[in-house]
């Protein structure tokens, strides 16, 4: 018989909790080992691993969603896997093949099915990938042994309220440097973050706005997000620079903005200080799926883009679009859903 949990699916946050099993797979001498699913979910780590000292570690964050039918599905995977990959390469860490990434998130999910939220529920089901490295040693060098895990956990929405706007406030803080670890998805980024995301929550904000390390005039991500705007003249406009993370809810809200909403699209500068050609505003990313943008705060000023409490047709149809794929209400361009 099928295990059943009970869970208040509508009500989730974006909160840990121990599912039943994760995967685990042990590098050393060269190779990756052949990896197990254990229900333990306390890693045993050696006290002078460089991950716990030096940051040598990265992660990744993907979905998997429950369709209609009752299938389960997941979100561009193999995006995810070439991320990680890269992640790993900045950081000197062994990159885990597409093959292996991709069958240990199938695996997990599997394992864990009981978790997964019921379509309709809002919820999905969020996979945390990582890859730290472990082994003693106190220089500052790249570890010699490395762990890569991946575990899972159902959630609701990030921002709290799913398609509702929220504001955000630039921060004085960066969160990566020009030629740093941004387009990385390493712990270093989010440790340098906290603060500013805290200082924001303090003051009633969802959450901060980045600028461009360099000059500090230009939108780089929101939060742990990207951003995106509408301009008046219809374009799907989202910045372009050497420290934003490379968001594959991004990548993908392009594609479907030229090819499905037959909008003009355009990577660019975005400057703080010209707001006003845009029409309407998001934050996107696999957490934050798509938060309309109701204003943001800059120099003690709140520009408002659509409105602080209704949603713009453009983020609306790009929001129904995206998640009718992910959901499996209709289909996606190839090769970006990976079945059960
Ligand atoms: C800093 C940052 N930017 C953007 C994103 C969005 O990326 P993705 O759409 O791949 O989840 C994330 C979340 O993963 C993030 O942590």
Redesign the pocket.
């Known amino acids: 018989m099928k295990k059943k949990v009970e869970i208040d699916w509508k009500n989730l946050g974006f909160d840990y909790m121990k599912t039943d099993q994760r995967y685990l797979s042990y590098w050393k001498d060269g190779n990756w080992d052949e990896g197990v699913l254990t229900e333990d979910n306390v890693l045993h780590l050696g006290e002078a691993s460089p991950c716990l000292h030096y940051g040598q570690q990265c992660f990744e964050?993907l979905k998997a969603y429950r369709t209609k039918n009752g299938d389960i599905q997941l979100f561009r995977v193999d995006q995810n896997a070439k991320r990680l990959q890269d992640s790993c390469r900045r950081l000197l860490m062994p990159e885990i093949p597409d093959e292996t990434f991709i069958k240990a998130c199938l695996d997990v999910v599997k394992a864990n099915e009981a978790y997964l939220p019921p379509y309709g529920s809002g919820g999905s089901l969020y996979i945390r990938p990582m890859v730290i490295g472990v082994g003693n040693s106190i220089a500052v060098k790249p570890a010699s042994e490395f762990l890569f895990t991946v575990f899972c956990m159902p959630v609701g929405a990030y921002f709290k309220g799913g398609l509702t706007p929220v504001n955000f406030m630039v921060s004085a803080y960066d969160r990566a440097a020009c030629y740093g670890t941004g387009q990385q998805?390493v712990g270093g980024?989010y440790a340098a973050s906290l603060i500013a995301h805290e200082i924001a929550v303090e003051k009633g904000f969802a959450d901060c706005i980045y600028l461009d390390p360099t000059t500090h005039t230009k939108i780089e991500?929101v939060g742990?997000?990207?951003f995106f705007g509408i301009t008046k003249n219809n374009c799907f406009v989202t910045p372009k620079s050497l420290s934003i993370?490379p968001?594959?809810?991004?990548y993908s809200l392009l594609y479907l903005a030229e090819n499905v909403l037959g909008l003009k699209t355009s990577e660019k500068d975005v400057y703080i200080d010209e707001l006003d050609e845009f029409s309407e505003a998001g934050a996107?990313?696999?957490?934050a799926v798509i938060t309309p943008i109701g204003g943001i705060e800059y120099k003690n000023k709140l520009h408002v883009f659509f409105s602080e409490t209704e949603v713009g047709p453009i983020t609306t149809k790009l929001y129904d679009t995206l998640t009718a794929i992910q959901l499996g209400d209709i289909e996606g361009p190839e090769g970006w859903i990976t079945k059960l």
Do not use: D, R, V, Y
């Open positions: 964050g998805k980024n991500e742990a997000a990207n993370l968001s594959i809810t991004k996107c990313g696999t957490a």
